[in-house]
């Protein structure tokens, strides 16, 4: 696995075409439809490689999802806490509501729930992206918004949770009130100094 880390070359076109094969896979078939065979025609590389490198299905699920780690997000800044969180909790709702990406990130959640490697990478995925929006709740801390002890993962998980429960579990609509509405409870919930 080591010459997949190479920034460039021969395995790093590999990897990205092997991919988006997989992203393409997974948004056309989801989980339980997906082949090595599919994705080593459609990357144009030989299953071998596929298998050699990858291991199946589940490792190029976590591959894809290592890759999509350290992607940057379009993480708002208005100034105001409420307006950032509610931001942040749209960017949730809307990336499952995208015709191209909802059905490659429904997939991935689906795939973490058959696949203990692809559960690990989506949760390192998850991570990184809570990470990344855990910004604007340390704007606001710094800007004497909230208090500052306030665990400011804490307040991403809990401002999102609502839209994947809608989403995943009661298989429910996500309006855009219904994301205010979660990302305000848990601005609320940091303001109690519940999420310390």
Do not use: C
């Amino acid at each position: 696995m080591e010459s997949l880390k190479r920034p460039g070359g021969r395995s790093a076109r590999v990897r990205d075409a092997v991919r988006q094969a997989t992203l393409a896979e997974l948004a056309e078939h989801g989980y339980g439809g997906m082949t090595v065979e599919a994705i080593a025609a459609r990357s144009g590389v030989h299953k071998t490689t596929v298998y050699r490198r990858w291991r199946g299905v589940e490792g190029l699920i976590a591959d894809a999802l290592d890759l999509a780690r350290d992607e940057p997000w379009p993480i708002p800044d208005t100034g105001s806490v409420q307006q950032d969180l509610r931001g942040v909790v749209a960017l949730v709702g809307t990336g499952f509501a995208d015709p191209a990406q909802g059905p490659v990130a429904s997939a991935f959640i689906a795939a973490a729930m058959q696949s203990a490697e692809a559960a690990a990478a989506l949760r390192g995925f998850l991570t990184a992206r809570n990470e990344q929006a855990a910004v604007v709740v340390r704007r606001a801390v710094e800007r004497g918004e909230l208090p500052s002890d306030t665990d400011a993962l804490e307040v991403i998980r809990a401002a999102v949770a609502p839209v994947y429960y809608r989403l995943f579990i009661t298989h429910e609509p996500v309006s855009t009130r219904d994301a205010e509405r979660a990302a305000d409870a848990a601005l609320a919930a940091a303001r109690a100094r519940v999420l310390t």
